[in-house]
C-alpha cells in the first residue's frame, strides 16, 4: 500500500513545477509592457495592453505566493523581446500563452490540496478567460486598422 505521506509530497511537487511552469507564462513579457505600450498608437489597445500587464503581475504575485507557501520556490523567467515582431504577432504569441495559463491554473485548482489554493487558482483561471477576450479584441482592433 502507498504511503499517504509520498502520495501527498508527490502531489505537491507536481503542483509546484505546475505552478511555476504558469509562473513562467505569466511574467515572460511583462518587463516588456511597457515598451509594447510605447510601440501602439491606438488608445483603446494601449488602455486593453496596460491593464493586461498589470493583471498578468497580479497573477504571477498569486501564483508565487502559493509556490512559497507550498515550500517551493518560484522559478522567475522573462523572455527576450521579440525583435523584429510587430505589435499583431506579439498578441498572437500572448493569445497563445494567455489560453496556456487558462489550462494551467485550472489543473492546478484540481491538484490544490486547500479550498483556499484552489478558490484563488479557479478565480485565476476565470480572469484568464477575460484576458482571452481581450487578447482577441486587441488582436480585433489591430486587424481593422
Known sequence: ??????IAEDTVSALVKRLNQALRVEYSLIIHYPYIANLIRDEEVKKLATELGAASIHHADVVAT????LGGKPEWS???????????????MQLGKERLALQLHKG?????????????LSAL?????????????????????
Open 108 to 120: 492546478s485548482a484540481e491538484m490544490s490540496p486547500t479550498s483556499s489554493y484552489r478558490e484563488a
Open 1 to 6: 500500500m502507498a504511503d499517504p505521506n509520498k
Open 66 to 69: 502559493i509556490i512559497s507557501k
Open 125 to 145: 483561471a476565470k480572469e484568464e478567460e477575460q484576458h482571452i477576450q481581450v487578447v482577441e479584441r486587441i488582436l480585433s482592433i489591430l486587424d481593422s486598422r
Open 78 to 92: 522573462f523572455e527576450p523581446f521579440p525583435e523584429g515582431a510587430d505589435t499583431k504577432k506579439i498578441f498572437r
